[in-house]
T-cell receptor, first 113, second 114 residues
Framework: NAGVTQTPKFQVLKTGQSMTLQCAQDMNHEYMSWYRQDPGMGLRLIHYSVGAGITDQGEVPNGYNVSRSTTEDFPLRLLSAAPSQTSVYFC????????????FGPGTRLTVT | GENVEQHPSTLSVQEGDSAVIKCTYSDSASNYFPWYKQELGKRPQLIIDIRSNVGEKKDQRIAVTLNKTAKHFSLHITETQPEDSAVYFCAASMSRYGNNRLAFGKGNQVVVIP
């Protein structure tokens, strides 16, 4: 199993551009989530999904959209990139909604200039 | 919302000594408390977790203790080795979301000095 995969690994955007960060998992996990990690801030939840067709907002959802059309994929869309969105983005999945281990992807380092 | 705090923010220990990191949380209904380790440039990975019906759990050199009354839990690493150098994140489940969400602390940098 590949586990949780993310593409791209690195990305540079100009202010105002849009893009999609890809996340996929091959473990048939129901629960998937997106976090951003900034220095000294820990991991902050952006959006999450408890199953295909169901998404909800986390702590810091503004400027981001998600959809979950399949169990495997959970893309994160930046609508109009801003320098404040410069961060490392991690996708994670777990077996189900509930207290289960979350498996993280390798991360995407995004810089917005 | 749930507030999770970690202390100290940075911890330096001599190789072979023990390291202890403490987390406090605010939601008295939280029932799941994982610890994640993140090496430089890598993804966070679960190293140990504990549920609220247990007071202590151990896995080789790593242990976690939970005090639900005081709302804190701690990570204990014994016989530290250079490969234990990393950032450690604690987290607590958020009961108002049905425990399918975690609130993370800001992380502790642990440095093991050879």
């Amino acid at each position: 199993n590949a586990g949780v995969t993310q593409t791209p690994k690195f990305q540079v955007l100009k202010t105002g551009q849009s893009m999609t960060l890809q996340c996929a998992q091959d473990m048939n996990h129901e629960y998937m989530s997106w976090y951003r990690q900034d220095p000294g801030m820990g991991l902050r939840l952006i959006h999450y999904s408890v199953g295909a067709g169901i998404t909800d907002q986390g702590e810091v959802p503004n400027g981001y959209n998600v959809s979950r059309s399949t169990t495997e994929d959970f893309p994160l869309r930046l609508l109009s990139a801003a320098p404040s969105q410069t961060s490392v983005y991690f996708c994670a999945s777990s077996y189900s909604a509930g207290p289960y281990e979350q498996y993280f992807g390798p991360g995407t380092r995004l810089t917005v200039t | 919302g749930e507030n999770v705090e970690q202390h100290p923010s940075t911890l330096s220990v001599q190789e072979g000594d023990s390291a202890v990191i403490k987390c406090t949380y605010s939601d008295s209904a939280s029932n799941y408390f994982p610890w994640y380790k993140q090496e430089l440039g890598k993804r966070p990975q679960l190293i140990i977790d504990i549920r609220s019906n247990v007071g202590e759990k151990k896995d080789q050199r790593i242990a976690v203790t939970l005090n639900k009354t005081a709302k804190h839990f701690s990570l204990h690493i014994t016989e530290t080795q250079p490969e234990d150098s990393a950032v450690y994140f604690c987290a607590a489940s958020m009961s108002r979301y049905g425990n399918n969400r975690l609130a993370f602390g800001k992380g502790n940098q642990v440095v093991v000095i050879p």
